[in-house]
């Protein structure tokens, strides 16, 4: 039996034969390569049984740099329950691929089957905010900005429950996943290269500031967050003949949030791309922030929780949207106890985060009792 893979995965020894390899399914292929499901052959204590894995395989040299660069960057961040493990990587015939935990759906996917706008928000939708920013939070103390939060790669893996508790494990399974297009934080990104997915990507990201920080993903992926309450998504790329990419991204961010004043400006710096894209579009009543919310079948409790969070994390001042752990923090507050029961519990960075971010050990062991 040729052997393609061998790797632990919680420390049960697994094995991918020539014949399980060429029986491969494919689910899916982007930028940085296509997904497969890959069945293996996995012995504990003696006991053999076959699991299912993702293996992400390179189709040409540019993706197989892509899928290098992203196994450097999530070795570099590490382990992390809300984000992904590289189990094994290897050369296949010149093309690298890398073993991945399979999960079962995209909250795109999930979020299209449960449809907003007849059935309300998603099932533990902050559940689902929070596990995602706290993925992010591991991504930022690391010192990397992911640059492509969105649904599509944020990934979902079913229990064996039903009811409330399986949509309550579905909801804190989330990972998010694509870490090819990721860069350190002291990484100069490559002017007038529009990295991201228009909808949802900082107004830094679009203008290809020079340097980004983990405040661009928290505007992403608190973009993303809203299409889990609203009927549509909060941004809308409008078609304009005569208007650039860029200058249709911020437009769509204008009709929501308001023109830009000059402090809003102060921090980005790329003025030059700016000026070449100064936003025309305008914010009426029917297209605020505040009567779009309007749109969440939400209590008034949670409508005035999510004005007051958006309005803060899709500021156009990166200063003034809270960090990814804050966000967090702030989801995981608005969660029922059964929610916060179905969180794993802190790992020791996070509660070294949670202490500072707490005023305190005690304070932070009472916030965060459930998972602490």
């Not at 914010?283 to 749109?295: F, G, P, Y």
Request: a negative charge; hydrophobic letters at 35%; glycine letters at 6%.
């Amino acid at each position: 039996m040729d052997l393609i893979f061998s790797f632990e995965d919680e420390g049960t020894q697994c094995k991918i034969s020539r014949t399980q390899w060429d029986d491969k399914e494919e689910l899916g292929r982007g930028g940085s390569g296509a997904v497969y499901e890959v069945k293996a052959s996995c012995e504990t204590q003696g006991s053999t049984k076959t699991k299912v894995f993702a293996v992400k395989l390179s189709l040409s040299e540019e993706s197989n740099d892509r899928i290098n660069h992203e196994i450097k960057i999530l070795k570099g961040i590490g382990a992390h329950r809300n984000l992904p493990k590289v189990l094994a990587s290897k050369a296949i015939q010149g093309k690298t691929a890398i073993v991945l935990e399979k999960y079962d759906l995209d909250v795109h996917k999930a979020l299209t089957e449960h449809d907003v706008s007849k059935n309300g928000p998603f099932p533990s939708a902050e559940l689902l905010a929070a596990s995602l920013f706290r993925g992010l939070s591991r991504v930022s103390r690391r010192g990397y900005c992911n640059r492509d939060v969105k649904l599509e790669n944020v990934l979902l893996k079913r229990g064996g429950k039903e009811g409330k508790q399986a949509q309550r494990d579905l909801a804190a399974s989330a990972t998010l996943t694509d870490f090819d297009t990721s860069i350190k934080v002291e990484e100069k990104q490559i002017r007038g290269q529009v990295v991201g997915s228009p909808g949802s990507m900082s107004p830094e990201q679009a203008l290809s500031s020079i340097r980004i920080t983990s405040k661009s993903d928290v505007f992403a992926a608190s973009a993303n967050v809203a299409r889990l309450i609203l009927p549509s998504r909060l941004f809308k790329l409008e078609q304009g003949e005569d208007d650039t990419y860029v200058k249709r991204i911020l437009n769509s961010y204008v009709t929501v949030l308001g023109q830009w004043d000059e402090e809003d400006l102060s921090e980005l710096e790329e003025i030059t791309l700016l000026k070449k894209n100064i936003p025309d579009a305008q914010m009426t009543d029917q297209t605020c922030l505040t009567a779009r919310l309007k749109e969440a079948k939400v209590s008034e409790e949670k409508l005035h929780f999510y004005k007051n969070f958006f309005q803060r994390a899709l500021s156009y001042k990166p200063s003034s949207r809270p960090s990814p752990f804050q966000a967090f923090k702030e989801f995981f507050n608005e969660l029922t106890e059964e929610e916060k029961g179905a969180m794993a519990k802190l790992d020791d960075e996070e509660k070294q985060e949670a202490v500072q971010e707490c005023g305190g050990e005690a304070e932070a062991k009472k916030f965060f009792q459930t998972i602490y």
